[in-house]
């Protein structure tokens, strides 16, 4: 909220809208903003969409990714916004409801697809995708070092028993890799299959190709990432927003013309301070940046 910096009449967009937490602080906040809640997920939407019907026209929703949100803002009238705000990754209610797919306490179809039926689930991955694949989307996505040793496991197992399910394919790699502390073996494969099936890293990177584009003078972009990859690519793209000076230092006078876009809010990422994560633990990996956008 501190770095949103929400004015007197101002129109913000939610574009992870979740269970509608961030929305909600923000049109309880002030009460002559309006705020634009995005998200792909068409279930979650609508129960948030019914939650918070009591705000009336100062709250809006649209179905679709935060990638899009030219189309977004076409679809209420708007050419942009004084804020926009991005808390990447899931939703607790997507994490907890087994019938999703996405986690693995409790047994469900392994599908993991935020969009609804569209493209391939985890469990077509699994099912289709060869050895090297697999070990590849588990690397990259996940960082997992057991990469190889579980793809090569997923294909031999599939052979006779296809894995269709986020128990039976828990199970399988909790044979392989041994538990870290409190976190289950499991947890990087989930995570990289996720990413892989809803292309999420591709929808980042279109985001913050065109997001300035959005922004109106002086707005706010605040982006939450909990994965090292999606936190890299969102350091980098403030960083070359700052535009520095590439010229020769023999020239006397700058001729390239450069010039910062963007102000940066947060010299470093903020984190969860301990009494945060005592109250919510699956926010102990949460980076929060900011930047305003140059008048």
């Known amino acids: 909220m501190r770095f949103l910096h929400l004015k007197p009449g101002g129109f913000y967009v939610d574009g992870t809208l979740g269970d509608g937490g961030h929305s909600q602080r923000m049109l309880e906040a002030e009460g002559s903003v309006a705020v634009l809640g995005v998200d792909r997920d068409a279930v979650t939407l609508e ?3 019914r ?3 009591g705000f009336g026209p100062r709250f809006r929703t649209f179905h679709g990714n935060f990638s899009e949100l030219d189309r977004a803002l076409a679809a209420v009238s708007r050419s942009g916004a004084d804020g926009i705000l991005l808390d990447l990754g899931l939703s ?8 999703r797919g996405f986690g693995f306490r409790a047994g469900g179809p392994l599908d993991m697809r935020m969009h609804g039926g569209d493209g391939p689930s985890a469990a077509d991955l699994v ?3 060869d050895e090297r694949e697999l070990a590849d ?13 579980i793809a090569r496991a997923i294909v031999r197992d599939r052979a006779s028993t296809p894995l269709t399910t986020t128990s039976a394919l828990a199970d399988l790699v909790a044979r ?10 499991a947890t990087r494969v989930f995570q990289a299959l996720r990413i892989a099936v809803n292309r999420e890293l591709e929808h980042l990177e279109l985001f913050l190709d065109r997001v300035l584009g959005w922004l109106w003078p002086a707005g706010r972009l605040v982006v939450i990432a909990y994965h090292s990859l999606e936190d890299r690519m969102v350091k980098q793209a403030m960083r070359s927003w700052l535009a520095r000076c590439t010229c ?22 903020v984190t969860p301070r301990p009494e945060e994560l005592a ?13 305003e956008l140059v008048a």
């Open 127 to 129: 099912a289709t995708l």
């Open 248 to 269: 020769p230092p023999t020239l006397p006078r700058c001729a390239c013309d450069a010039r910062a876009r963007v102000k940066i809010l947060t010299r470093k990422a």
């Open 47 to 49: 129960l948030t969409a």
């Open 279 to 291: 109250a919510n633990r699956r926010a102990r990996s949460a980076h929060l940046r900011a930047v």
């Open 92 to 99: 607790s209610r997507q994490l907890d409801d087994p019938a």
């Open 137 to 149: 989307i588990f690397w990259r996505y996940g960082e997992e070092k057991a990469s190889r040793r």
């Open 51 to 53: 939650r918070l019907a």
């Open 176 to 185: 392989i890799v041994r538990r870290h502390g409190g976190t289950h073996p």
